[in-house]
């Protein structure tokens, strides 16, 4: 191992000594002595680690150039947009969404007609949010009739994420730290697929259609870094929640259901869960909705959280943003069998498109085992339901 590289890989990934120690299980001082070439000893595991978070091969470790592929991220979370600065544990993902990229790029470069044949319309952060809320919900085809009814066949969230894979942008779960980010993007180069990886810690589906949103705003705008839409000390941050807000709840059709809840500029608690339920969004997004529109009395946000239980406050204060938050919410995406769980994982683009490579012949299991993770066990369990959601996609939009 050349212990130059390894400090030079660090510092490009903006990792601190400390934080790659913990990560890779060993002590500072030994890390220190292996960047100073003072020993070159290092186990099978640690080289594992090492490449994961550093994005690399092991071969890349010995050598004395850094490699060229190294994502660069901004955090959009900072007032000027500095450098990213993740744990190691984050980081792993986001050269694993990258390695992602390229093979999806390769990919429909053999597979040309496995490329989406719908787009999302360009725009800049000039252009209006509610104008460009309005052509992406149109983008989507989204009703709202579908969104508020009962009788949903597919939750929003999995509706919104489906509507953006067939449109060539890939998203993705992941578990990792809460505190660096609710999500984070890495747009497209021209041949790479840009992807969304969202966090699912500390999060439903309410708050994951918000986060998708957002990250969908910021591929269309092509600022690709690690966000957290409760963080708006950047205008980037704040272009991208309002045109989510208004995707998610436009202004006049918004107005118009709350009506049958807000009465005398006034909503109950139990109201405001059930209208937050309907319309999909957590009640922290439509209490702060239902005071941008004036919809209530001002201070209403402040007043609701006050009146809140001390345990949901501290849930909200921790960025949960729904007091009604349970296990049985945060694990809905796990039930079901093997398949189920890895498309919710891997997300439907990447899933059709290794299941049709492989039938059509241009990639073999191992490809698609080196490419993406994927087993040949995992690869036949996605195909039941990943031909159920491209029929249930299908006969909402036909409705």
Known sequence: MNGNTISRLRKANNLSQSDFAIALKIDPQRLRKIENSKTTKIGYGQVRLAT??????????????????????????????????????????????????????????????????????????????????????????????YQVSYDKTLDLYRFIRAQIELRGISVCEESYPFEDARGFCLSSDG????????????????????????????????????????KINNSVERYCNAVAANILMPQELFAKH???????????NDDLRILSGEIGASQYSTAIRLSELELVREGFVRRWLESL?????????????????SEETTNQIRRGGRGTNKLARIGLLIARCTVAAVRSGTRSELDIFREFG???????ALSRPLNSRLREIEKIVQE
Do not use: C, M
Request: hydrophobic share 40%; glycine share 2%.
């Open 374 to 380: 994927i087993e040949l066990e995992q690869l036949e």
């Open 258 to 268: 709350a009506k049958q809840y807000v009465s005398d500029k006034s909503i109950s």
């Open 52 to 145: 994961a978070i550093l994005g690399v091969n092991s071969i890349d470790l010995s050598s004395d150039e850094l490699p060229e592929h190294l994502p660069k991220l901004i955090d959009f979370r900072t007032s000027n947009n500095l450098p990213a600065r993740i744990t190691a544990a984050t980081l792993k993902y986001v050269h694993k969404a990258k390695k992602f990229q390229v093979a999806l790029g390769n990919l429909f470069d053999d597979n040309p007609e496995l490329k989406a044949n719908r787009y999302f319309d360009r725009f800049s952060i000039s252009d209006a949010p509610v104008d460009i809320a309005k052509n992406i919900r149109k983008s989507l085809e989204l009703s709202w009739n």
């Open 191 to 230: 041949h790479n697929v840009p992807i969304v990886v969202i966090n699912r810690t500390r999060s439903n589906r309410a708050v994951r259609s918000f986060t998708l949103l957002h990250e969908l705003i910021h591929v269309l705008l092509r600022k690709q870094g690690i966000s957290d839409f409760t």
């Open 309 to 325: 239980p001390k345990k949901s406050q501290k849930a909200i204060s921790d960025g949960v943003l729904d007091p009604i938050f």
